[in-house]
């Protein structure tokens, strides 16, 4: 029995409904490890600005760490072509250090509050763009939530900044991570 043009054209419908699903999961499920690795170093950083503030400078070691987390993270999940060829992410990297570098050199943060909450706000606005381009609901979600997390701790919670942000901030990636695994 053939199909009729209005079923063709209902199963082309089902197959790119399936390809779009199918693709966000994916996109999912790769942000996921590394949402649930930069939670547990905003975790241990801000807990350690909270109890040692002298020694914000563990940001320095935590975020090499975690860069090097990131980049292998995303070397596991790439094929053997992409894994030589891709150099975007790289790029993408120096292009973020060299902005923020730059846009401190123009208007440095005149508090170290200001620079601990100016990164986050940079995250969030991230994910927030990575969930519109990719049509990632979720993702946006995530970038509203730290965004308003971290705004509501700089202006409500000023000396418990450090540790909203432990908790609030890297809980939040960490559970963002986990609920996108599971999707």
Excluded: C
């Excluded at 054209?9 to 790119?16: F, G, M, S």
């Excluded at 860069?67 to 891709?86: K, P, V, Y």
């Excluded at 005149?110 to 909450?117: F, K, S």
């Amino acid at each position: 029995m053939p199909l009729t043009s209005n079923e063709a054209a209902q199963t082309l419908r089902d197959i790119t409904q399936t390809e779009r699903r199918s693709a966000k999961a994916y996109g999912y499920n790769t942000a996921s490890p590394h949402l649930m690795l930069w939670g547990v170093i905003w975790m241990i950083g801000y807990g350690i600005d909270y109890a040692r503030p002298q020694w914000s400078a563990v940001w320095i070691p935590l975020v090499v760490i975690g860069s090097l987390g990131s980049f292998w993270i995303g070397w596991r999940m790439r094929s053997g072509t992409a894994r030589r060829s891709d150099w975007r992410h790289g790029a993408t990297a120096l292009a973020v250090v060299l902005f923020v570098s730059a846009l401190f050199a123009v208007i440095p943060p005149r508090t170290g509050l200001q620079a601990a909450a100016f990164f986050p706000l940079l995250v969030a606005l991230f994910y927030a763009l990575i969930g519109i381009w990719l049509k990632a609901p979720r993702m946006l979600m995530l970038g509203a939530a730290v965004a308003a997390l971290t705004l509501f701790g700089f202006f409500e919670l000023p000396a418990l900044f450090a540790i909203w942000m432990a908790v609030v901030g890297g809980g939040g990636l960490l559970l963002g991570g986990v609920w996108l695994r599971n999707v």
